[in-house]
C-alpha cells in the first residue's frame, strides 16, 4: 500500500513540475508586467494648439503646447497606440493612455506630467521629410542637456536599444538624442518617442495608413512585437529579485515531497 501511495504522490510530483514548466513558457511575459503601469502617449491631436509653453523645467524657452503634425499622422498615432494598449493589457499591466479620441485639447507639457505617473512612456508619433526616399523608423531618447531629471537618460537609452534590437531584425531603425522635445524635458520616468515611419514615403505611409486592418499581416506584428519584447525586456531588469523568492518557494514546496517520499518507504535522506 505504501509503494502505490508513493507512486501516487511521485507520479503528482512529476506532473507539478512538467506543468510548471509549459505554464512558465506562456505566461513568462505576465510576471514582468504585474503591478507596472505603461504611458501611452498618441501623438499630436485633431486640431493644434500654437499657445506657447516652458519646453523644459532647467531653460527659459517656449514651444507651440501641441503642433498639427504631418497630415493624418494623429490619426495613425491613436491608431497604434490603441494596438499597443490592447497588447499591454493583455498581459496584466495598468495603461495610462494620455488620449483616445482625437477632440482634445492637451499640450505637451501636460502629456509629460500625466505620463509621469507611470512606470514608463512610449510617445506614438510618424516622421515626414521633404525627401521622399527617406524612411525607416526613429526611436528618440531624452538628452541631458535640457531634461529636468537626468537620471532618466540612461534608463531611456536602454529602453530604445532593447526595442531597436527586436525592430532592426525586419526594419531600418535609428536612435537619436534630443533635447528640444518638450514631452521629453519634462518627464521623469524613462521616456522614448517612436517615429514609427515617415508618411512622406509611399510604403511607409501604405503601412502606417492601414495598421488597424493588417490584422494577421507577419509585418504589423513584427512592429508591434519588436515594442512589447523590447519593453518586456527592459522590465526584467526589475524581476530579479521577486523571481528568486519565487524559486525558492517552489525549491520547498518541492523537498516537501521528497520528504514525504521518504518517509513513507522509512528511508534517511
Known sequence: MKKIICLFIFTIFIFQNSFALIADTHTDFYKYYK?????????????????????????????AKVTYGANGES???LTVS??????????????????????VNISNKERALMG????LVLNIHCNAADNQKAAGIWLLIPSEKNVGEKSI??????????IEKQMSKKHTVKTFERDDLTGLNWSTVPSIFIECGFLTNKDDKKFLENMDSYLTSDMRYDFIDSIMIGVTDFLK???VEEEIVEEDNKLLDDNFIISLIFSLFGLRR
Open 237 to 239: 531588469e526589475d524581476y
Open 82 to 103: 490603441k494596438i499597443l494598449k490592447e497588447e499591454f493589457e493583455a498581459l496584466g499591466a495598468k495603461v495610462i493612455m494620455i488620449r483616445e479620441t482625437e477632440d
Open 75 to 77: 490619426k495613425i498615432n
Open 116 to 119: 509621469n505617473k507611470a512606470d
Open 35 to 63: 503591478g507596472k503601469t505603461i504611458c501611452i502617449n498618441a501623438g499630436h491631436q485633431k486640431k493644434g494648439n500654437l499657445e506657447l509653453e516652458d519646453s523644459s523645467p532647467v531653460i527659459n524657452k517656449k514651444k
Open 153 to 162: 537618460c540612461e534608463p531611456s537609452k536602454k529602453l530604445a536599444s532593447l
